[in-house]
């Protein structure tokens, strides 16, 4: 596991449809967070997750969005009954924990998501 | 909320010269900043940190400036380079998550 593992890179859905974005953290990160990058915008916090705990959520969008990063697998970002406005390249990172804090995270490449 | 903020969305500087890089920020409970760079279709990569009871760090061409009683710090780059050419993103972070600005977009000419 070079790095931080995000699939898929592209992903085109119509609007109504489910999307599923998969992050798989450096070996030895328990720590993941997802981001989004909207087009000319920064990068917003979504979600800090550790292995079956949600740690943060206050940058979730409260209706349709939801994450998960369980025991085994990969961290799971799901968006149901997208729309267009969710376009946007969502970027995980991961950490190793609290104690790194000095370094900061390791991002993946990023899902770039579009919604036709 | 804007914790952290990039008010220039752009900077282009002549290769050789200095490029300095700017950031504020509002929360002062952030103990960590970071600076992060991006080229386009990948994902951020740590360039370097400063921790809140320093006011200086320096690593090769890069150096951070943190001014904490104006909440402000900077990134300095010399000598330029056309390979820095990049969208750099200014992050702070507490006990938890990361926050990050909306970017500076640096091009090096050549």
């Known amino acids: 596991n070079a790095g931080v593992m995000q699939n898929p890179r592209h992903l085109v859905r119509r609007r109504g449809q489910e999307a599923r974005l998969r992050c798989s953290p450096m070996?030895?990160?328990?720590?993941v967070y997802w981001y989004r990058q909207l087009p000319e915008e920064g990068l917003k916090f979504m979600v800090y997750l550790q292995k079956e705990n949600i740690i943060d959520e206050s940058g979730m969008p409260k209706e349709r969005f939801s994450a998960e990063f369980p025991k085994e697998g990969p961290s799971i970002l799901r968006i149901q009954q997208v729309v267009r406005g969710d376009s946007a390249a969502y970027f995980c990172a991961s950490s190793p924990g609290q104690g790194a804090r000095s370094y900061g995270y390791t991002f993946g490449s990023g899902t770039r998501l579009t919604v036709v | 909320d804007q914790q952290v903020k990039q008010n220039s969305p752009s900077l282009s500087v002549q290769e050789g010269r200095i490029s300095i890089l700017n950031c504020d920020y509002t929360n002062s409970m952030f103990d960590y900043f970071l600076w992060y760079k991006k080229y386009p279709a990948e994902g951020p990569t740590f360039l370097i940190s400063i921790s809140s009871i320093k006011d200086k760090n320096e690593d090769g061409r890069f150096t951070v400036f943190l001014n904490k009683s104006a909440k402000h710090l900077s990134l300095h780059i010399v000598p330029s380079q056309p390979g820095d050419s990049a969208v750099y993103f200014c992050?702070?972070?507490?006990?938890?998550?990361?926050?990050f600005g909306a970017g500076t977009r640096l091009t090096v000419k050549p």
């Open positions: 070996k030895g990160h328990s720590h």
């Open positions: 992050a702070a972070r507490t006990t938890g998550d990361m926050r």
